[in-house]
């Protein structure tokens, strides 16, 4: 399969919880995505995700401040289907994913079902890692890097496990 990136193989980005529906109003479109881990290995993970259509697996590098490598392929939606069927243990994350557009930016609104149901996190991606930026009103805590808000410790926090 031939690399897909629109963008360098780096994801620069800023996670946030979200404080006000005041996002539902700056709505452009939205996607259903499914994904599930893959393998973990230390801060290196690689995932299979479905947004709508179109699948794709994504290997993720250590961070280094919010910065980490990001290698993402697109796949057959039917080995996606069956990665996440065989490979996933029945650990598949749904969520509706929102694209807001807040002064020249689109921020991501991910809110959850399935085991996280009612966790809704918002996500900026960024070009440069000092890149300014103005919050949207309906912004709250930021939880970049806070261990607590990976989704697998959220998925453990939720089945009641130790993080």
Request: aromatic content about 6%; hydrophobic content about 40%; overall charge neutral.
């Amino acid at each position: 399969m031939k690399l897909k990136l629109d963008h360098e193989p780096i994801e620069i980005e800023r996670k946030f919880l979200v404080a006000k529906d005041g996002w539902k109003n700056s709505v452009i479109r939205s996607t259903r995505i499914r994904d599930g881990l893959i393998a973990l290995y230390k801060e290196r993970k690689v995932r299979v995700r479905i947004a709508e259509n179109t699948a794709t697996i994504t290997i993720k590098g250590p961070r280094s401040g919010i910065t980490r490598a990001e290698y993402e392929y697109e796949i057959p939606v039917a080995d996606a289907e069956h990665m996440l069927l065989t490979l996933c243990h029945g650990e598949i994350l749904e969520k509706q994913r929102f694209f807001v557009e807040h002064i020249g930016a689109v921020w991501h609104v991910d809110v959850y079902g399935g085991p996280l149901n009612g966790i809704v996190i918002a996500e900026i991606e960024l070009k440069q890692e000092l890149e300014p930026l103005q919050l949207p009103n309906w912004i709250g805590k930021e939880v970049t890097g806070e261990l607590s808000y990976k989704k697998i410790n959220m998925l453990a926090q939720r089945a009641g496990l130790a993080c």
